[in-house]
């Protein structure tokens, strides 16, 4: 009997086990959600276009970038010429920063108040290859003011222009020139200018002491 009992334990037990429901199969991992794509950096952008711009610019003579004075001279030189005679413009590229602005004020036609029309250094030559195959162009600074704090100067550069190199006056006024140094050489950031006549004043004495 007890042989029995036992043999039906056992028989009992396995069929137990075998009729164990079977664990469930292993569910596959979701997949990972896709990375946020990265958002543009204005800065960094802005950096490298600056160091591709530096990259394509004609190479400044040292003489012309080595102090303010220099850089001054240079810029006033480089744009004054008799008519016919062709200007230098790959100096006058190299003077300036990338992204640097030359910016005039004036009245358009019909109007009372002043704007300002920025262009870039680019715009200047073309405009200036053709005003001065038949106009002739001297412009030279007869004062200046000048403030700085490091590598930043701001400076306050009278002019007068003339047609030829002892002509008439044809025009005075103010450039108010922002400069760069970036360690290794000077730049010209800025030019924002009105003349007398534009702006319907005089030059103050301030402006015009040496």
């Known amino acids: 009997m007890s042989r029995l009992l036992v043999a039906c334990a056992v028989l009992l037990g396995t069929a137990s086990f075998a009729q164990a429901p079977a664990a469930p199969p292993s569910q596959p991992k979701a997949a990972a959600a896709p990375a946020a794509p990265e958002k543009p950096n204005p800065i960094k952008s802005s950096a490298e276009r600056t160091q591709a711009a530096l990259a394509q610019l004609p190479k400044a003579k040292p003489e012309d970038v080595k102090s303010q004075d220099a850089i001054l001279k240079a810029l006033y030189d480089v744009i004054s ?20 602005q030359l910016i005039p004020l004036g009245k358009p036609p019909g109007a009372t108040t002043l704007a300002a029309r920025p262009i870039t250094p680019e715009d200047y030559v073309t405009w200036g290859q053709e005003s001065t195959a038949t106009h002739g162009f001297f412009e030279k600074e007869i004062a200046r003011q000048t403030h700085g704090f490091g590598a930043l100067v701001q400076v306050m550069s009278t002019y007068e222009a003339r047609g030829t190199q002892d002509g ?17 050489r000077w730049w010209v950031m800025n030019i924002f200018w009105i003349d007398e006549k534009t702006a319907g004043l005089t030059v103050p004495k301030d402006l015009t002491q040496k």
């Open 81 to 100: 010429g008799p008519a016919g005679a062709p200007r230098d413009w790959q100096r006058f590229r190299s003077l300036f920063y990338p992204g640097a």
């Open 168 to 184: 008439p006056l044809i025009a005075k006024g103010v450039n108010s020139i922002q400069l760069f140094n970036d360690g290794q």
